[in-house]
């Protein structure tokens, strides 16, 4: 069935530091693929998205590329800053699941 | 405005008891959803619901019964409750149940079950 593994965290970095994530996924077809953060406390929150190969979303410095080649969808930022702790999940939707699977989430923690 | 609002936002109850979440969304969405994550974080969809009707039904335990009255809420009901239900649920609602379409999230319930 359709998968996604991420990275696994915790991930720290100093401000300012550059920020990968790794996603990859495992789907028959074309799924679409998203990035959702979830902060201390609070529920999930779309981050980006990108729904076909080659497509790049990108929203608040972060960005993803959807690489049908390398079935990823990596996660970069070039200069985090303290207000980016949180806990990333790569998720995909694929049409025939009618869902959105989860990958099981990357804690960042940002240090000033 | 709260998009998407929860009640409890925590729930501290007893094994074997019957307990009950509610949640609204006032964005005129067609599709809710509820969400159960662990202690490690992982998410795991429970149900979805698309104009009152459910349209997924993963292996969630009987226990759990979800009800739409109408398309604004889908609350959770939970029966019998065991120690392995403590988690936080999460309710969402996107615009119809196409993934193509941003999930909006709830706060959040935190149930502890003793």
């Known amino acids: 069935g359709d998968s996604v593994t991420q990275m696994e965290g915790p991930v720290t970095l100093s401000e300012e530091a550059f920020l990968t994530i790794n996603c990859t996924y495992t789907a028959t077809g074309y799924p679409s693929l998203f990035w959702y953060v979830q902060y201390p406390g609070e529920g999930l929150q779309l981050l980006l998205k990108?729904?076909?190969?080659?497509d790049k979303g990108s929203n608040k410095g972060f960005e993803a590329t959807y690489r049908k080649e390398t079935t990823s969808f990596h996660l970069e930022k070039g200069s985090v800053q303290v207000s980016d702790s949180a806990v990333y999940f790569c998720?995909?939707?694929?049409?025939?699941?009618?869902?959105?699977?989860f990958g099981s989430g990357t804690q960042l923690t940002v240090l000033p | 405005d709260t998009a998407v609002s929860q009640t409890p936002k925590y729930l501290v109850t007893q094994m074997g008891n019957d307990k009950s979440i509610k949640c609204e969304q006032n964005l005129g969405h067609d599709t809710m959803y509820w969400y159960k994550q662990d202690s490690k974080k992982f998410l795991k969809i429970m149900f979805s619901?698309?104009?009152?009707?459910?349209?997924i039904n993963e292996t969630v335990p009987n226990r759990f019964s979800p009800k739409s009255p109408d398309k604004a809420h889908l609350n959770l009901h939970i029966n019998s409750l065991e120690l392995g239900d403590s988690a936080v649920y999460f309710c969402?609602?996107?615009?119809?149940?196409?993934?193509?379409?941003?999930?909006?999230f709830g706060p959040g319930t935190r149930l502890t079950v003793l």
């Open positions: 619901y698309n104009n009152k009707e459910l349209i």
């Open positions: 998720a995909l939707y694929y049409l025939t699941a009618r869902q959105l699977t």
């Open positions: 990108a729904t076909k190969a080659d």
């Open positions: 969402a609602s996107s615009q119809d149940g196409r993934g193509n379409n941003e999930q909006f």
